[in-house]
């Protein structure tokens, strides 16, 4: 494999992981107000693959640890006897700074498909002359 479509493939994962979290923070952020709902957090982990080269991929998915807010409404459905129920653990302010990195990390590595990309077609160019 070459330079260039090593870089491709090592953006291209970052691309993908980037994406897959997207897609958590997006989960998360819908289920805000879902009684006893807990967030989910991604961790992500270098791979090796046979040629050597690192990728970006998924490690795992698991939820927050943290207690969800405890909110008083005896009407509801879920109330305990003291008229409480488990709300969600999501905070808002960290699933868009989560949205946030996620978006930049994505913009980064497309950048460098897009660079990676038009060295390779700039090189085919110099090769044609």
């Known amino acids: 494999m070459s330079a260039f479509s090593d870089s491709l493939g090592v953006s291209a994962s970052g691309l993908k992981a980037q994406s897959h ?4 923070v997006a989960e998360n952020v819908a289920n805000t107000d879902t009684p006893g709902y807990r967030r989910k957090t991604v961790a992500f982990s270098e ?3 046979r040629t050597g080269l690192a990728q970006v991929i ?9 207690a969800g807010e405890q909110i008083f409404d005896p ?11 488990t709300g969600s653990n999501v905070d808002l302010i ?3 700074a989560d949205a946030r990195e996620a978006q930049r990390s994505y913009e980064a590595n497309l950048k460098m498909f897009d660079q990676a990309r038009q060295m390779s077609s700039g090189l085919m160019d110099l090769l044609r002359k």
């Open 21 to 24: 979290r997207l897609r958590i």
């Open 47 to 49: 791979a090796i693959e």
């Open 58 to 66: 998924v490690d795992k998915v698991a939820l927050d640890r943290r």
């Open 75 to 85: 009407g509801h459905p879920l109330a305990d006897a003291s008229g409480h129920y």
């Open 94 to 96: 960290v699933e868009i």
